[in-house]
């Protein structure tokens, strides 16, 4: 393929996938059912955010939702935030799950670093996960109770996850990367009463025990009353209040279940639409992570759209998506189940021993739909690997891309080392909503360097400064009609005041989420990179304050200043600057110091690129870090435009800043 720019046509959908996608099939339903004769994708989405409870009802109907009780109006109030959605309907997630779930073939393929690839029948997942809910309600598990998980992306985790659900348990999980120090700002909020846990894994060829974190997080959780370990250092532990896995999903309660085997029995708790499923976490520049709550009904009405009618996925399909428990896409992951689809996991790192070996995977575990981030993409394209040449690739017809924006060359990449027939699917959206809220559509053109457009239901928009909707110019990503899957609230926020500060303090009742967008004509959109001065790296929102209190616990550090430049055509870049107190030196052992206690104490993702010494942190006059204006400045903003120095408290800080970012620019 030739060397293409951005806004050239990659991919048009031929007339048999037009046909052939469900987006078509829901089409031609809304004109059968609902007399709606929708021309185009355009057409579609329109109507999806102008008739906003409409559009929502029809999607309950057309999946056909599993509920004993329906509610009589879609969505009674549309205020944000506030909006309520089917008020007096009772379902449960896992029980739709489960519904959808295909009965004659594996439902879940699983791969871990140096072991084979296994798999899971839908009969092996029902019967370990009526056995655990059993277990769980044993231990005094009740709707509402908080059952957290320090666990990879292993099959286990999903069965926990369905267990907890099936009861009305509100689900919360990190991924054992995380240091003890992030896992208690997330988990001691919400007050946990039971823990899932393993006591150690493997990554990049190396194993890592964890069960001192695990003894941490028993002691330092108060509410926490039971663990269940899943081992895997096949090593004695002296853990208290411990249970091993195998105990706890091998003494299932008698009587014939739904799938007819005579053994296990797997209840489904029929809870309100805005019941809490899970306690997901996104974080600010300040303070401890928010902990954004989302409810059954909302998330099982999202990810049956965005699964189904943006990925396309179909019975027979195998999802995959490289994720960490940590991040929203391995609930999105799970929720991919809800289209009788079966789903990949992989637990490992994904260049061990080579940057071939998620490829090496999507061949021997036929992968059809293909999710990673955009950082991925960006190191095969570094170690030079050409995996179509190795592996038969030719049964992935789509390719999704999150976590970063995709650049032009990572999608002439995919499209020359992965095949040609593919729908290479660049989207965006957060932890905040669960889901993407720009991203794909099967039946409409892919160019180079764009994301499709808006998600059905999801009206996105690009706001100027005066909070009027733009086209062909960045501007604030808003969203400006309410979706069923936004935050039901954020756990010990009884006020909203977090909540409301959070998305809608600067366009009242209009959801600000962060990021500069620009659309076009067409609808289609590319993502520029974040707005605010929260950390994203591999798709993984951290706060900066928690970078800062790991960084200021050193004896040497007096101030530092973290910016993440992640943005849309330029190489990944998060620099640390340190100011030091008197009589100590930035030299290799400090620097490595700071990389391991970020490691420790926050994750490995969340390690900076480069370790600088400064002697002034830019302040405002009240007194907080200057990390947007720093920002501006680096990724190219004019001084005049990024900071206005009446407002600083030390102008003269700004100074060195100006010069870093013109040796940036020269690079």
Same mark, same amino acid.
């Given at each position: 393929m030739k060397s293409i720019s951005e806004g050239d046509l990659l991919w048009t959908p031929t007339t048999a996938v037009k046909e052939a996608a469900n987006l078509t099939h829901y089409m031609h339903w809304l004109q059968r059912e609902r007399g709606l004769a929708l021309a185009d994708y355009r057409a579609l989405w329109q109507w999806s955010v102008t008739e906003v409870g409409a559009f929502w009802q029809s999607l309950w109907d057309y999946f056909e939702v599993q509920a004993s009780a329906t509610a009589v109006m879609p969505l009674p109030s549309h205020t944000m935030p506030g909006a309520q959605w089917f008020p007096g309907a009772r379902l449960n997630y896992a029980e739709n799950v489960f519904h959808k779930m295909a009965a004659d073939q594996p439902v879940i393929y699983y791969k871990a670093e140096n072991r084979p690839l296994i798999s899971l029948t839908r009969q092996q997942i029902y019967d370990q996960t009526a056995a655990l809910a059993h277990t769980m309600q044993q231990l005094g598990i009740r709707p509402g109770d908080r059952v957290v998980a320090y666990m990879p992306n292993m099959p286990q985790t999903i069965i926990a996850f369905l267990a907890a659900a099936s009861l009305g348990a509100v689900w919360?999980?990190?991924?054992?990367?995380?240091?003890?120090?992030?896992?208690?700002?997330?988990?001691?909020?919400?007050?946990? #009463?039971?823990?899932?846990?393993?006591?150690?894994?493997?990554?990049?060829? #190396?194993?890592?025990?964890?069960?001192?974190?695990?003894?941490?997080?028993?002691?330092?959780?108060?509410?926490?009353?039971?663990?269940?370990?899943?081992?895997?250092?096949?090593?004695?532990?002296?853990?208290?209040? !411990?249970?091993?896995?195998?105990?706890?999903?091998?003494?299932?309660?008698?009587?014939?279940?739904?799938?007819?085997?005579?053994?296990?029995?797997?209840p489904f708790a029929q809870l309100p639409f805005d019941h809490p499923l899970w306690i997901l976490y996104s974080s600010g520049t300040t303070g401890l992570p928010k902990p954004i709550v989302q409810g059954h009904g909302g998330i099982l009405l999202e990810h049956l759209k965005a699964t189904t009618l943006h990925n396309d996925l179909k019975p027979g399909d195998r999802f995959f998506w490289f994720t960490s428990t940590g991040w929203m896409m391995w609930n999105y992951l799970v929720g991919s189940l809800l289209t009788g689809s079966a789903v990949v996991l992989y637990n490992g790192s994904p260049g061990y021993p080579d940057m071939n070996a998620l490829w090496q995977l999507a061949e021997e575990s036929g992968i059809t739909y293909f999710g990673m981030s955009a950082a991925f993409i960006s190191a095969c394209i570094k170690a030079e690997i050409h995996p179509n040449r190795q592996f038969d690739l030719s049964r992935i017809r789509g390719v999704g891309s999150t976590g970063s924006p995709l650049t032009v060359a990572g999608f002439q990449w995919i499209y020359e080392n992965v095949n040609d027939h593919l729908a290479l699917e660049s989207l965006s959206g957060g932890t905040d909503l669960c889901t993407a809220f720009v991203g794909g559509a099967r039946i409409l053109p892919i160019y180079a360097g764009e994301i499709q457009g808006a998600s059905l239901g999801a009206k996105v928009q690009a706001f100027n400064e005066a909070g009027e909707p733009v086209v062909n110019a960045v501007g604030e990503l808003v969203i400006s009609a309410p979706m069923p899957s936004m935050p039901l609230y954020f756990w010990n926020d009884p006020e909203m005041a977090r909540y409301q500060a959070s998305y809608f303090d600067v366009y009242p009742g209009v959801w600000r989420h962060g990021d500069w967008i620009k659309f076009n004509e067409r609808g289609g959109c590319v993502i520029y990179g974040r707005s605010d001065s !929260?950390?994203?790296?591999?798709?993984?929102?951290?706060?900066?304050?928690?970078?800062?209190?790991?960084?200021?616990?050193?004896?040497?550090?007096?101030?530092?200043?973290?910016?993440?430049?992640?943005?849309?055509?330029?190489?990944?870049?998060?620099?640390?600057?340190?100011?030091?107190?008197?009589?100590?030196?930035?030299?290799?052992?400090? #620097?490595?110091?700071?990389?391991?206690?970020?490691?420790?104490?926050?994750?490995?993702?969340?390690?900076?690129?480069?370790?600088?010494?400064?002697?002034?942190?830019?302040?405002?006059?009240?007194? #907080?870090?200057?990390?947007?204006?720093?920002?501006?400045?680096?990724?190219?903003?004019?001084?005049? !435009?990024?900071? *206005?120095?009446?407002?600083?408290? *030390?102008?003269?800080?700004?100074?060195?800043?100006?010069?870093?970012?013109e040796r940036l620019g020269k690079k």
């Open positions: 919360s999980s990190c991924s054992p990367d995380f240091g003890s120090r992030s896992v208690l700002d997330r988990f001691s909020q919400i007050e946990p #009463k039971l823990l899932l846990a393993v006591d150690g894994y493997d990554y990049g060829g #190396k194993t890592f025990d964890r069960r001192d974190i695990v003894a941490e997080l028993q002691a330092a959780l108060p509410t926490l009353e039971h663990t269940i370990l899943v081992p895997h250092l096949g090593k004695q532990t002296a853990l208290v209040d !411990t249970m091993l896995w195998e105990e706890a999903v091998g003494n299932g309660p008698v009587g014939k279940g739904p799938l007819g085997n005579g053994r296990a029995h797997l !929260t950390i994203n790296r591999q798709g993984i929102r951290m706060g900066t304050s928690e970078i800062y209190q790991a960084v200021e616990s050193l004896p040497e550090i007096q101030d530092c200043l973290i910016i993440d430049l992640e943005l849309l055509g330029r190489e990944s870049y998060m620099p640390l600057f340190v100011v030091l107190r008197e009589g100590y030196v930035l030299d290799d052992d400090l #620097k490595q110091r700071i990389r391991h206690k970020l490691r420790q104490d926050v994750s490995p993702r969340h390690v900076p690129d480069d370790i600088i010494q400064i002697t002034d942190i830019p302040y405002t006059l009240s007194g #907080k870090k200057m990390e947007v204006p720093i920002r501006k400045i680096l990724l190219g903003m004019e001084m005049d !435009t990024a900071v *206005n120095p009446d407002a600083m408290r *030390n102008p003269a800080a700004i100074e060195f800043f100006r010069e870093f970012a």
